[in-house]
T-cell receptor, first 113, second 113 residues
Framework: DSGVTQTPKHLITATGQRVTLRCSPR?????VYWYQQSLDQGLQFLIQ???????AKGNILERFSAQQFPDLHSELNLSSLELGDSALYFC????????????FGSGTQLSVL | KNQVEQSPQSLIILEGKNCTLQ??????????LRWYKQDTGRGPVSLTI?????NTKSNGRYTATLDADTKQSSLHITASQLSDSASYIC????????????FGRGTSLIVHP
């Protein structure tokens, strides 16, 4: 168990809809990262938050947004969903930037039908 | 542009055999390199970390090497087991900017009995 909790584990929705993925980092970790992994693809970095502030942005679409709350949990919002958004979405946390190792949650499997 | 290339893309070996996975990177300036193991449908888990001054590091049957001059790393798995079947991901972090790690696409390893 990595200590990172992601909910829900599975999500099935229709095109055009909006969903929210939730992540609780390991106790004490200030950094939260979001990654997208499509079928047979590598992990694509979406966005990083550090102690409530956006730290870095990767290949995140404008339809996607995220935030980190004062209690350090994070949410990834995906709107106007398309079939191509179907993927595994991982959250990871670390204790100091990326020099510390990333602890990954078990992911949210999103299926857009 | 920071890039991490892994080879081979996939590998099938028999149980008990050894194998070596390769990672080439262009990330600069270099901070550290990690190898992660990702079981199907699960989040990646860190196996080893290599910093600039380290050439070899072992973690049980896993041995990672780093040549910072040629910007290459390898992960050697000894006496493979069925449970080694997974994707192995090379992740390199730069010490410049926001320390966002760059992920390789992974090598898919299948160990057959």
């Amino acid at each position: 168990d990595s200590g990172v909790t992601q909910t829900p584990k599975h999500l099935i929705t229709a095109t055009g809809q909006r969903v929210t993925l939730r992540c609780s980092p390991r106790s004490g970790d200030l950094s939260v990262y979001w990654y997208q992994q499509s079928l047979d693809q590598g992990l694509q970095f979406l966005i990083q938050y550090y102690n409530g502030e956006e730290r870095a942005k990767g290949n995140i679409l404008e339809r996607f947004s995220a935030q980190q709350f004062p209690d350090l949990h994070s949410e990834l919002n995906l709107s106007s969903l398309e079939l191509g958004d179907s993927a595994l979405y991982f959250c990871a946390s670390s204790s100091w930037d990326s020099r510390e190792k990333l602890f990954f949650g078990s992911g949210t499997q999103l299926s857009v039908l | 542009k920071n890039q991490v290339e892994q080879s081979p893309q996939s590998l099938i070996i028999l149980e008990g055999k050894n194998c070596t996975l390769q990672c080439n990177y262009t990330v600069s300036p270099f901070s550290n390199l990690r190898w992660y193991k990702q079981d199907t449908g699960r989040g990646p888990v860190s196996l080893t970390i290599m910093t600039f001054s380290e050439n070899t590091k072992s973690n049980g049957r896993y041995t990672a090497t780093l040549d910072a001059d040629t910007k290459q790393s390898s992960l050697h798995i000894t006496a493979s087991q069925l449970s080694d079947s997974a994707s192995y991901i090379c992740v390199v972090t730069s010490s410049g900017g926001s320390y966002i790690p760059t992920f390789g696409r992974g090598t898919s390893l299948i160990v057959h009995p």
